[in-house]
């Protein structure tokens, strides 16, 4: 089955500090891989994507995700956490077929600490 | 959100009603999609459509309907066969749907709450 982890529900890291927030998948074929940001009662604000090319995504705010096709992993990372980061952060997988719609983790809660 | 708007922000159901959420775009996206929200299960999939007149079920339809009449526009209809239907609803739209590595972008989202 096709499937999303992330392995922890909630990150705790100090301002200033590097963050990591886990993802694998489990997929048939190539998969595309997206990173997105919930803040509090709001919707999802898209991140970054892999599609295929360079292993290391870079996207919006200063996060960046690194593709890991042999450890089924797409993590993402900031060098430098913000207080403002804290949100609710998901992973998801498009499947490689057409016409079909995110498969989505079920959230890692990252909160930075001032 | 930009480009997106779902209404209400919030909505109150009682026992045995049916009620509407709206989804509208005006990014002239032919896919629209509907995501249900629970705390600790992620988003998961009701209902997409790729075209105008045509959608397709998702992993957890029952106890929902849509309809797609306008490429703008995808309400969802929760009805009373939907026992559980305390969530927050996200809407989404990307260009075509069918170009797998499109991006979905996503609406504010509606907390339905039952009274």
């Known amino acids: 089955a096709q499937s999303v982890a992330q392995p922890e529900d909630q990150v705790n890291v100090a301002e200033g500090n590097p963050l990591t927030v886990k993802c694998t998948y489990s997929?048939?074929?190539?998969?595309?891989l997206f990173w997105y940001v919930q803040y509090p009662n709001r919707g999802l604000q898209f991140l970054l994507k892999y599609i295929t090319g360079d292993n290391l995504v870079k996207g919006s705010y200063g996060f960046e995700a690194e593709f890991n096709k042999s450890q089924t992993s797409f993590h993402l990372k900031k060098p430098s956490a913000l207080v403002s980061d804290s949100a609710l952060y998901f992973c998801a997988v498009r499947l490689n077929q057409a016409g079909t719609a995110l498969i989505f983790g079920k959230g890692t809660t990252l909160s930075v600490s001032s | 959100d930009g480009g997106i708007t779902q209404s209400p922000k919030y909505l109150f159901r009682k026992e045995g009603q049916n009620v509407t959420l709206s989804c509208e775009q005006n990014?002239?996206?032919?896919?629209m999609y509907w995501y249900r929200q629970d705390p600790g299960q992620g988003l998961r999939l009701i209902y997409y459509s790729q075209i105008v007149n045509d959608f397709q079920k998702g992993d957890i339809a029952e106890g929902y309907s849509v309809s797609r009449e306008k490429k703008e526009s995808f309400p969802l209809t929760v009805t009373s066969a939907q026992k559980n239907p305390t969530a927050f609803y996200l809407c989404?739209?990307?260009?075509?749907?069918?170009?797998?590595?499109?991006?979905?972008?996503f609406g504010p989202g509606t907390r339905l709450l039952v009274l």
């Open positions: 990014l002239n996206h032919d896919a």
């Open positions: 997929v048939s074929g190539n998969p595309y």
């Open positions: 989404a739209s990307s260009p075509t749907g069918g170009a797998i590595t499109e991006t979905q972008y």
